[in-house]
């Protein structure tokens, strides 16, 4: 049974940083795909960054120039680095390890 956890969300104020990390119970170096998802109340769970082996990795629109992704293998983790944070990325964040292994998420709220 493989394991992921996420965490580091929490309360923050506007133009403020957060990092989140994603801890899996196995080596990450079997996933090729690593990302991180996010949902807030009232709407549909929606793709924020992907990372794909080698390739440069993937954003929404809403995020580009705000949020890094990068993995450690050594330390079986992802981090999403997320800076410049605005009300509107208030929601729960979820890490999936090769779009399978989702954790339970993490709660960010960003206050105006």
């Known amino acids: 049974q493989i394991h992921v956890v996420e965490s580091g969300g929490g309360l923050v104020q506007a133009g403020e940083s957060l990092r989140l990390t994603c801890l899996a119970s196995?080596?990450?170096?079997?996933?090729?795909?690593m990302a991180w998802y996010r949902q807030a109340p009232g709407k549909e769970r929606e793709l924020v960054a992907e990372s794909k082996g080698r390739r440069e990795a993937t954003y929404a629109d809403a995020v580009k120039g705000r949020f890094t992704i990068s993995r450690d293998d050594a330390k079986k983790r992802v981090y999403l680095q997320m800076d410049n944070l605005k009300p509107d990325d208030t929601a729960v964040y979820f890490c999936v390890m090769g779009n399978i292994y989702w954790g339970q998420g993490t709660q960010v709220t960003v206050s105006s």
């Open positions: 196995v080596g990450t170096n079997r996933f090729n795909t």
